[in-house]
């Protein structure tokens, strides 16, 4: 099996020059390194900034890269995760971020990135109310793993639909490339379901699915082209949920909180999710962090079904599916 390109997680950042110390200690100062940061400085997002899309790919030395089909950075630099930062709004509310540093060939700063888990408005005091310097890797994790919701239907071995809490470790479940295959980890967290945490809604019916499907926004989905309707080149393909959104069949469900459930086998894995063709967990170092301590390293270096992607290579690009009905040309596609 040969090696292919991983999957890119695309995520929402601003620019450290558009995030600026208003009050406290550093006030004027821009955003900056963990060990710069002062608690209870309070800080504002510049008027009219918009976050832009990172791509982040996952390197071998358990690092990380700008992908290729980015909106900011320099494609193939190196991103380093330098702390997970916490702010507090003037209403209480809590908001969870990550601070991200691109480093260029010689080592030095090239841009500083903020990324938040909920959104952030302009002109608004967020007070520094905590600063992790060890958690980043963890905290971004947990919006790469690809999830599934408390209520989705799995279909095991026997062909009976089992809702994924109810999975235990040990459980046979039915893949499409390599049949029967055991469930060797289920991992569950429970967070707020906004920004980049509120998950996805494909409603009952988009793509034949007898129920509603509700997954993280970059869960990919596999469908299998007849008919190669969106132009993709290939009859086979992976498609992120967040880029079916139409906000008719296909919805962004924000607001309370999610139960999500990662289920990881001894390799990559197309499942079935409701009847929808869908991936499990897949080991990277963008994911590892969220696994147990003891069975990280019992895994060792090289899990050879992970980080060999036996999918690799069948990701649609945004470009192709950046239209109002591309879930029912998928639909079509797949002659459902």
């Known amino acids: 099996m040969s090696q292919g390109t991983p999957s890119s997680q695309s995520v929402p950042v601003f620019v450290a020059d558009q995030f600026r110390a208003t009050d406290g200690a550093n006030m004027g ?6 060990n710069e940061l002062i608690l209870d400085d309070v800080y504002e997002l510049s008027f009219g900034a918009d976050p832009a899309r990172l791509s982040l790919l996952a390197a071998d030395d358990a690092s990380f890269l700008v992908g290729t089909d980015t909106q900011i950075g320099t494609p193939g630099a190196r991103i380093h995760m330098d702390s997970a930062l916490t ?5 209480g509310q809590i908001h969870d ?3 991200l540093v691109e480093v260029d060939d010689a080592g ?3 841009e500083i990135f903020l990324l938040p888990f909920a959104s952030l408005l302009p002109q608004v005091e967020y007070r520094l109310v905590g600063i992790d310097r060890d958690g980043a890797k963890t905290k971004f994790a947990q919006v790469a793993c690809v999830s599934f919701t408390r209520g989705t239907h799995i279909t095991m071995a026997t062909g009976a639909q089992t809702p994924v809490e109810d999975l235990r470790v040990g459980d046979r479940i039915l893949t499409r490339d390599d049949g029967i295959q055991t469930l060797r980890w289920i991992g569950h967290t429970t967070t707020r379901a906004v920004g980049e945490f509120a ?10 699915n007898e129920n509603d499907l509700i997954v993280s926004p970059d869960h990919r989905l596999f469908i299998y082209q007849r008919v190669d309707e969106l132009g993709a080149g290939r009859a086979e393909l992976l498609v992120k949920a967040r880029h079916l959104v139409d906000h008719e069949t296909v919805l962004v469900q924000q607001g309370g909180f999610v139960d999500y459930y990662q289920l990881l086998f001894d390799s990559h894995q197309i499942i079935y999710a409701e009847g929808i063709a869908a991936e499990s967990m897949l080991i990277d170092s963008r994911t590892r962090p969220v696994l147990p301590h003891d069975l990280s390293r019992n895994l060792g270096d090289v899990i050879p079904g992970h980080s060999n992607l036996p999918h690799a290579g069948l990701d649609v690009q945004e470009g192709l599916l950046r239209r109002p009905d591309a879930a029912a040309l998928l639909r079509k596609a797949s002659g459902r």
Do not use: C, K, N
Request: glycine letters at 4%; zero cysteines; charged letters at 10%.
């Open 87 to 91: 702010f507090m709004s003037p209403e």
């Open 199 to 208: 998950p996805i809604r494909i409603t009952a019916g988009t793509l034949s």
């Open 97 to 99: 971020a990550i601070l």
């Open 29 to 34: 100062d821009l955003l900056s390194f963990a």
């Open 108 to 110: 030095h700063v090239a």
